[in-house]
């Protein structure tokens, strides 16, 4: 045994064996406990202990937990374990009953468990849904859920309690609020009434009151010295009052006086103003000159015409003078002197040289002025700028005089007549053309001029008339040829005098055209001599060839006349030379028509003068020109190319003077060919009115510098007595005047072109 | 002495053709052409004593054929037929060498006159 004992201790002791004491375990209090008192190590179930007692409830626990014990294991006194296993058993049963009884219990109880649960939940959801008022039965037989019923009950009361002192503290708050705003609006009386219950809401109020009763002392307080302040400032203010009353009389008196004075120097000003204002913009240059000879006022237009500021005149009262120009200053001295001698309104027009040298003509005005005593207080002028008006008398002057001397020195004898009939001007020449009377003319009567006129006129009648219906007519021009029975032309110009659009009278002009009239006349005939002389060149120079033309078959008929002649002086037998006779006579005559031909062709061609239009065919037209002229051609051996439209359309013309022209052309190409050249005369229809003749020539051609002058007339490179230059110019003339005309077309070494182009009716191209 | 040999150059056939009649009848040997070319072809063969010549021909001018004459014969006499108007150039004719001229239509006397002074300058010179 003890070796068991040793081996239990020491596996106690190797097993913390304090720890493994059995009432240790059981925390047995007891001291007079066996397990406690003895401390051996013995189990409980083993022997009476406290312990064992005391766990009587928990035994089946206990035992559970000893049955594993090391003690028990190692116990071996079976013996002793009897009494246990007895109670042990009893004990069981007894728990069995205990079990069966407390399952019922359980059973009852978690029943009741599940309702209180119930209960509890609905009394929490009410709490939470804001209903603390709730109160459950707490009685339970189940101590918990006694006490959790309690601990809602509790819950619900506190929340209920928390919810009635919020409620609270939001009234008192408020009627804290209330009365804190009545205060501050001055009823001081107010107090926070109420008890609350609520410490920190009852102090709060006691605070509040406090303070309210303090400010309303402070302001009581306040209001009573206000009160005398009061009392002190009124008393002031009334003695004030007085004193500003008198002063407001005094006062209303002042200003009286003051917009007196001052309307009156508003007046003044004004009347100033209403004067400066004429004076200042008046045009002229306006000044006052005192009686101390100061300038009192210069308007300000002075410095547009004299180029000095009024300022410059008043500060020099001699500057008028000074620029008065020399020969004035005398005039003006006068005047000065005048004017303020005679004390009346005085003018004179004087010149003054500007500022810029300029010099301007100055009408000047003066007046004395006094005031309503009659004191004399100066002089007012005014200088007016007159240049302009000057300049245009100037001018007018000028004109007028430029007119005069017109007038005067016009070849033509003028005469005016106004409306009246009275002579308003005239020249001298007009005087003498007409060899008027110096009384005449001086009566300014146009009636008895015209009388006087009359006279020297070769028809009077028609004149007068003429006159009358003019004198009718105010608005018409009219032109008119006067011959005179000593011989004299005038002509005679009439038109209406006008001044604006309004007639005024009638101006009449004579011109003396006699000398012009004799000369128009005498170039005429000159001219007609000279166109005439041309035609006789041109037959003279015809009259060599044909001289040839003729002398040939003149020669032949000669010839044959002579051969005629030999037959009968040698007593030729007629009868047998009959044949031969006739055949000689024949020859004769057929060489006499040749003659004739050329003659008849000759004096036709030299007898045609006038202009006389007829039909022409311009082929046969050229045929028969060119006829005067083959022989020279061929003698000259020139080859003529003669190149004629068919059908070429006949023209209306002059034949005789196209011939001419023609004539002189291809004249003057056989003047400049030489030996084998070519001459060629070409028609051709130039447009449906015009037909066209060209000579060209292989000539020398024209330089261009003599090209532009071959129409001229006397113009000739021909040598002196071979030409008169009028060739080409007349046949220009001739062109021109039968609606055609001639251009030339020429080129050095190559030759030359004239073209004549015809109209097919005269006067188609230059118009009808 | 024999008759002088005469040529006539005239352009004017008719002319030259009753002329040459006259002078043969008046027993000249004369003959007429109408072209320079055909009298400078007889100058040549068979020449003249005597040449008649037109001053004025187409082709060769009287002058012209008057010069080749010369040229070719100076022994051969020129008498220059001219016309009116024609005087101007006689004096060219003379400088170069036509013994004479005479003027259409002709006096058939003068023209006898000359031929014979003609052919006689012409004898002397032979």
Same mark, same amino acid.
């Given at each position: 045994?003890?070796?068991?004992?040793?081996?239990?201790?020491?596996?106690?002791?190797?097993?913390?064996?304090?720890?493994?004491?059995?009432?240790?375990?059981?925390?047995?209090?007891?001291?007079?406990?066996?397990?406690?008192?003895?401390?051996?190590?013995?189990?409980?179930?083993?022997?009476?202990?406290?312990?064992?007692?005391?766990?009587?409830?928990?035994?089946?626990?206990? &035992?559970?937990?000893?049955?594993?014990?090391?003690?028990?294991?190692?116990?071996?006194?079976?013996?002793?374990?009897?009494?246990?296993?007895?109670?042990?058993?009893?004990?069981?049963?007894?728990?069995?009953?205990?079990?069966?009884?407390?399952?019922?219990?359980?059973?009852?109880?978690?029943?009741?468990?599940?309702?209180?649960?119930?209960?509890?939940?609905?009394?929490?959801?009410?709490? /939470?849904?804001?209903?603390?008022?709730?109160?459950?039965?707490?009685? /339970?037989?189940?101590?918990?859920?006694?006490?959790?019923?309690?601990?809602?009950?509790?819950?619900?009361?506190?929340?209920?309690?928390?919810?009635?002192?919020?409620?609270?503290?939001?009234?008192? @708050?408020?009627?804290?609020? *209330?009365?804190?705003?009545?205060?501050?609006?001055?009823?001081?009386?107010?107090?926070?009434?109420?008890?609350?219950?609520?410490?920190?809401?009852?102090?709060?109020?006691?605070?509040?009151?406090?303070?309210?009763?303090?400010?309303?002392?402070?302001?009581?307080?306040?209001?009573?010295?206000?009160?005398?302040?009061?009392?002190?400032?009124?008393? @002031?203010?009334?003695?004030?009052?007085?004193?500003?009353?008198?002063?407001?009389? &005094?006062?209303?008196?002042?200003?009286?006086?003051?917009?007196?004075?001052?309307?009156?120097?508003?007046?003044?000003?004004?009347?100033?103003?209403?004067?400066?204002?004429?004076?200042?913009?008046?045009?002229?240059?306006?000044?006052?000159?005192?009686?101390?000879?100061?300038?009192?006022?210069?308007?300000?237009?002075?410095?547009?015409?004299?180029?000095?500021?009024?300022?410059?005149?008043?500060?020099?009262?001699?500057?008028?003078?000074?620029?008065?120009?020399?020969?004035?200053?005398?005039?003006?001295?006068?005047?000065?002197?005048?004017?303020?001698?005679?004390?009346?309104?005085?003018?004179?027009?004087?010149?003054?040289?500007?500022?810029?040298?300029?010099?301007?003509?100055?009408?000047?005005?003066?007046?004395?002025?006094?005031?309503?005593?009659?004191?004399?207080?100066?002089?007012?002028?005014?200088?007016?700028?007159?240049?302009?008006?000057?300049?245009?008398?100037?001018?007018?002057?000028?004109?007028?005089?430029?007119?005069?001397?017109?007038?005067?020195?016009?070849?033509?004898?003028?005469?005016?007549?106004?409306?009246?009939?009275?002579?308003?001007?005239? *020249?001298?020449?007009?005087?003498?053309?007409?060899?008027?009377?110096?009384?005449?003319?001086?009566?300014?009567?146009?009636?008895?001029?015209?009388?006087?006129?009359?006279?020297?006129?070769?028809?009077?009648?028609?004149?007068?008339?003429?006159?009358?219906?003019?004198?009718?007519?105010?608005?018409?021009?009219?032109?008119?040829?006067?011959?005179?029975?000593?011989?004299?032309?005038?002509?005679?110009?009439?038109?209406?005098?006008?001044?604006?659009?309004?007639?005024?009278?009638?101006?009449?002009?004579?011109?003396?055209?006699?000398?012009?009239?004799?000369?128009?006349?005498?170039?005429?005939?000159?001219?007609?001599?000279?166109?005439?002389?041309?035609?006789?060149?041109?037959?003279?120079? @015809?009259?060599?060839?044909?001289?040839?033309?003729?002398?040939?078959?003149?020669?032949?008929?000669?010839?044959?006349?002579?051969?005629?002649?030999?037959?009968?002086?040698?007593?030729?037998?007629?009868?047998?030379?009959?044949?031969?006779?006739?055949?000689?006579?024949?020859?004769?005559?057929?060489?006499?028509?040749?003659?004739?031909?050329?003659?008849?062709?000759? @004096?036709?061609?030299?007898?045609?003068?006038?202009?006389?239009?007829?039909?022409?065919?311009?082929?046969?037209?050229?045929?028969?020109?060119?006829?005067?002229?083959?022989?020279?051609?061929?003698?000259?051996?020139?080859?003529?190319?003669?190149?004629?439209?068919?059908?070429?359309?006949?023209?209306?013309?002059?034949?005789?003077?196209?011939?001419?022209?023609?004539?002189?052309?291809?004249?003057?190409?056989?003047?400049?060919?030489?030996?084998?050249? &070519?001459?060629?005369?070409?028609?051709?229809?130039?447009?449906?009115?015009?037909?066209?003749? /060209?000579?060209?020539?292989?000539?020398?051609?024209?330089?261009?510098? &003599?090209?532009?002058?071959?129409?001229?007339?006397?113009?000739?490179?021909?040598?002196?007595?071979?030409?008169?230059?009028?060739?080409?110019?007349?046949?220009?003339?001739?062109?021109?005047?039968?609606?055609?005309?001639?251009?030339?077309?020429?080129?050095?070494?190559?030759?030359?072109?004239?073209?004549?182009?015809?109209?097919?009716?005269?006067?188609?191209?230059?118009?009808? | 002495?024999?008759?002088?040999?005469?040529?006539?150059?005239?352009?004017?056939?008719?002319?030259?053709?009753?002329?040459?009649?006259?002078?043969?009848?008046?027993?000249?040997?004369?003959?007429?052409?109408?072209?320079?070319?055909?009298?400078?072809?007889?100058?040549?063969?068979?020449?003249?004593?005597?040449?008649?010549?037109?001053?004025?021909?187409?082709?060769?001018?009287?002058?012209?054929?008057?010069?080749?004459?010369?040229?070719?014969?100076?022994?051969?006499?020129?008498?220059?037929?001219?016309?009116?108007?024609?005087?101007?150039?006689?004096?060219?004719?003379?400088?170069?060498?036509?013994?004479?001229?005479?003027?259409?239509?002709?006096?058939?006397?003068?023209?006898?006159?000359?031929?014979?002074?003609?052919?006689?300058?012409?004898?002397?010179?032979?």
């Amino acid at each position: 045994m003890k070796i068991k004992k040793q081996g239990v201790k020491r596996i106690l002791e190797e097993k913390k064996p304090e720890k493994a004491k059995c009432w240790e375990v059981f925390k047995c209090k007891e001291k007079a406990c066996p397990a406690y008192k003895s401390k051996d190590l013995k189990c409980w179930l083993f022997s009476e202990t406290h312990c064992r007692n005391e766990i009587q409830g928990k035994f089946l626990e206990k &035992i559970e937990m000893c049955l594993g014990c090391n003690i028990f294991k190692m116990n071996t006194d079976v013996t002793s374990m009897k009494p246990t296993l007895k109670v042990v058993d009893k004990q069981f049963k007894e728990y069995n009953k205990i079990i069966r009884e407390r399952d019922r219990e359980l059973e009852r109880m978690s029943m009741e468990l599940a309702l209180s649960l119930s209960e509890v939940f609905e009394a929490l959801k009410k709490i /939470s849904s804001g209903d603390p008022t709730v109160r459950i039965d707490q009685k /339970s037989d189940i101590e918990l859920i006694e006490k959790l019923k309690c601990i809602v009950n509790a819950t619900a009361r506190e929340i209920n309690e928390i919810v009635d002192q919020s409620h609270e503290f939001a009234i008192v @708050l408020a009627e804290h609020f *209330n009365v804190l705003h009545r205060v501050s609006f001055g009823d001081l009386r107010a107090r926070v009434s109420g008890k609350s219950r609520v410490e920190l809401l009852e102090s709060l109020k006691k605070v509040t009151n406090k303070m309210i009763q303090s400010i309303s002392k402070e302001i009581t307080k306040r209001e009573k010295a206000e009160a005398a302040l009061r009392k002190a400032h009124d008393k @002031l203010e009334h003695r004030v009052e007085e004193r500003t009353a008198e002063l407001r009389v &005094i006062n209303e008196k002042l200003r009286r006086e003051i917009e007196e004075r001052r309307r009156v120097e508003e007046d003044l000003r004004e009347a100033e103003l209403r004067y400066r204002t004429v004076a200042d913009f008046t045009h002229d240059w306006e000044y006052w000159e005192t009686p101390d000879a100061k300038l009192r006022y210069v308007s300000p237009s002075c410095e547009r015409i004299t180029g000095f500021k009024p300022e410059q005149f008043i500060h020099n009262p001699d500057l008028i003078y000074e620029i008065t120009v020399p020969e004035d200053k005398d005039n003006w001295d006068q005047h000065r002197h005048d004017a303020l001698s005679m004390k009346s309104a005085q003018a004179i027009v004087f010149r003054i040289r500007r500022q810029d040298g300029k010099i301007r003509w100055m009408e000047h005005v003066c007046q004395p002025i006094t005031d309503t005593q009659g004191t004399f207080l100066g002089v007012r002028a005014s200088n007016r700028d007159i240049t302009i008006r000057k300049q245009a008398e100037e001018k007018l002057r000028n004109t007028l005089s430029l007119l005069s001397a017109t007038l005067e020195s016009t070849a033509d004898g003028i005469l005016v007549v106004d409306k009246a009939g009275k002579i308003s001007s005239f *020249n001298q020449k007009f005087v003498r053309m007409w060899n008027i009377p110096e009384h005449i003319i001086a009566s300014r009567n146009d009636e008895k001029a015209l009388t006087f006129v009359v006279d020297q006129l070769k028809d009077s009648e028609s004149f007068l008339t003429k006159v009358r219906e003019l004198y009718k007519q105010p608005d018409v021009e009219s032109y008119d040829i006067l011959t005179f029975k000593d011989g004299r032309i005038f002509e005679r110009y009439s038109q209406p005098h006008k001044i604006g659009n309004s007639i005024i009278g009638r101006v009449w002009s004579f011109r003396d055209v006699t000398e012009r009239k004799r000369a128009e006349d005498a170039l005429r005939e000159s001219e007609q001599l000279l166109l005439q002389a041309h035609k006789m060149e041109a037959i003279g120079r @015809l009259a060599a060839g044909v001289a040839h033309e003729i002398n040939n078959p003149l020669a032949i008929i000669n010839e044959k006349a002579g051969l005629i002649k030999d037959f009968l002086e040698l007593s030729v037998d007629l009868e047998q030379n009959k044949e031969r006779f006739l055949g000689l006579l024949n020859g004769i005559f057929e060489n006499v028509d040749r003659c004739r031909t050329i003659t008849h062709r000759l @004096l036709g061609f030299s007898r045609r003068t006038d202009v006389s239009h007829a039909v022409i065919n311009l082929n046969n037209a050229i045929r028969e020109v060119i006829g005067f002229l083959e022989k020279e051609i061929l003698y000259r051996n020139i080859h003529l190319e003669i190149n004629l439209k068919e059908d070429l359309p006949e023209v209306v013309s002059d034949k005789g003077q196209l011939e001419q022209v023609l004539l002189n052309i291809i004249n003057n190409a056989i003047d400049v060919v030489q030996k084998e050249g &070519i001459i060629e005369v070409i028609t051709d229809i130039k447009d449906e009115n015009t037909v066209q003749i /060209s000579v060209r020539d292989t000539g020398p051609g024209i330089p261009n510098n &003599i090209l532009k002058h071959i129409f001229e007339p006397f113009f000739t490179t021909k040598d002196k007595g071979k030409g008169t230059g009028l060739g080409l110019s007349i046949s220009y003339g001739i062109m021109q005047k039968l609606g055609g005309t001639i251009l030339v077309r020429s080129e050095v070494n190559k030759g030359t072109t004239f073209t004549v182009e015809i109209p097919r009716k005269t006067g188609t191209i230059s118009g009808e | 002495m024999s008759q002088a040999k005469v040529l006539l150059v005239d352009d004017e056939v008719e002319f030259g053709s009753a002329l040459a009649e006259r002078l043969r009848l008046r027993d000249y040997d004369a003959r007429a052409v109408s072209q320079a070319e055909d009298a400078l072809t007889i100058i040549r063969s068979d020449p003249p004593d005597v040449v008649l010549l037109d001053y004025r021909m187409p082709g060769m001018d009287g002058i012209e054929v008057l010069k080749v004459i010369k040229q070719i014969n100076p022994s051969i006499e020129v008498i220059m037929l001219t016309g009116h108007g024609d005087t101007n150039n006689v004096e060219e004719t003379m400088k170069s060498g036509a013994f004479e001229y005479i003027m259409k239509p002709i006096d058939i006397g003068s023209l006898i006159e000359k031929i014979n002074a003609a052919k006689k300058i012409r004898n002397s010179i032979k």
